[in-house]
């Protein structure tokens, strides 16, 4: 199975340019799924269905509408169930199902579990319209942070122990953790690894959908460190509803000498597993399959063939003076814009706005940080061996 992510700047027509991906795979004999939130506007048919029922909307094309408010009733409901005893002693009266209603952050978590659940079908292209591009960084780091944050709170290796916990509860003098949320616990880490497993296949891909321009440009300038800090390589970069090039008229003539400079930066600007491709304007808001059938045509669309790569996190290697050096790819990183904390065996990482918490190699966690550098898109961080941490050779 292969995965489409498709993000970018906000009024891009990064939903578009999804529907039209999904439309490509189809007309290439692959069986597609389609994912979002607002489907309906360009593929000019009602989309109602969810994850598990999609609707066919063409040959060998399915959509499925992401329903934030359902997901959140649902998974609401559920805990509810989970915990009525406790809610029963407390004298708490539940809530109803209509009562309910999502809450910020709902619609991200509600595509994470789509993309989950399509990840188990029998699809062999699914493309998922994602949030703006800022949000999208965000919320494929979310499975991550998530997981690591119920690792915290309710470490899985504590639930051994839950014949002993009246036991303990004495002793302590505090109640201790009931089973169902070490239940709880577990079914949302599952969850959550799923999805994480979904985001880091070599056969999803992410493509970055902007119409190119100063602002365009300098906002992808400053969301590179961001997907470079998370491991997310982009495998398209499209730059969307170009002008024509050859227009008598100067006001477009003035806007397409502008594109082609802006096009011509991206061409450099991304590492060379990314194409760069433009989709051109079609005069007006594309509606219906017919004008998706336009952009799909076209070369920058076509279906995945093969596997990606992950930007995964290199080992460390030896450096000069016995230190040990770890490489973490930040192409676009700004140094005055870097900080690094150590806690433990973890590495606090900061580039701008994106900070990411980064579990060390066995290696370095007996070692000490000697300082660091930024060179060619790459921090390099140095470490030392903390000579009472590691053996003493004879």
């Keep these: 199975m292969f995965r489409v992510l498709v993000t970018g700047l906000g009024g891009a027509g990064r939903t578009t340019v999804a529907a039209a991906t999904a439309l490509a795979a ?31 909307v063409a040959d060998g094309l399915w959509a499925a509408r992401v329903d934030a408010a359902g997901d959140f009733r649902a998974e609401f409901l ?74 915290r709170l309710l470490p899985p290796e504590r639930q051994a122990a839950r014949a002993l916990r009246p036991v303990l509860a004495q002793l302590a003098g505090v109640p201790m953790p009931a089973q169902w949320l070490y239940e709880t616990a577990a079914r949302w880490d599952s969850a959550l690894a799923d999805v994480q497993a979904a985001v880091e296949d070599p056969g999803t891909r992410l493509t970055v959908v902007a119409e190119p321009g100063p602002a365009a440009a300098e906002r992808l300038r400053a969301v590179r460190p961001g997907l470079g800090l998370f491991g997310h390589a982009v495998h398209a970069v499209v730059a969307n509803r170009l002008v024509p090039g050859d227009s008598a008229d100067p006001w477009v003539a003035s806007l397409a000498a502008q594109q082609a400079q802006c096009l011509k930066e991206w061409d450099g600007l991304w590492p060379p597993a990314a194409a760069v491709g433009s989709l051109p304007h079609l005069g007006r808001d594309p509606r219906g399959l017919a004008d998706l059938a336009r952009l799909a045509a076209l070369p920058v669309l076509a279906p995945p063939t093969a596997a990606g790569a992950r930007e995964g996190l290199p080992e460390p290697v030896h450096g000069d003076g016995g230190t040990l050096v770890w490489h973490l790819p ?37 070692c000490t940080v000697a300082g660091a550098g930024l060179a060619d898109g790459t921090l390099g961080v140095r470490f030392t061996p903390d000579p009472g941490l590691w053996p003493r050779t004879r």
């Design 26 to 56: 189809a007309s290439s004999g692959h069986r597609t799924l389609l994912l979002s939130a607002g489907a309906d506007a360009v593929l000019g048919v009602p989309v109602g269905g969810p994850p598990e029922r999609p609707d066919r």
């Design 78 to 151: 559920d805990l509810q169930d989970r915990v009525s005893a406790a809610l029963d002693l407390l004298g708490a009266t539940p809530f109803e199902d209509e009562e309910l209603t999502e809450l910020p952050g709902s619609g991200e978590f509600a595509l994470l579990r789509a993309l989950a659940t399509a990840s188990r079908g029998d699809w062999d292209v699914v493309v998922a319209d994602l949030p703006p591009l800022d949000e999208a960084v965000a919320l494929l780091a979310l499975p991550e942070r998530l997981r690591r944050y119920l690792r």
């Design 330 to 366: 930040l192409p676009g990183a700004v140094k005055e814009e870097l900080s690094l904390v150590r806690r433990g065996d973890e590495l606090l990482v900061t580039a701008g706005p994106f900070r990411r918490i980064l579990p060390l190699p066995p290696v370095l966690r007996r």
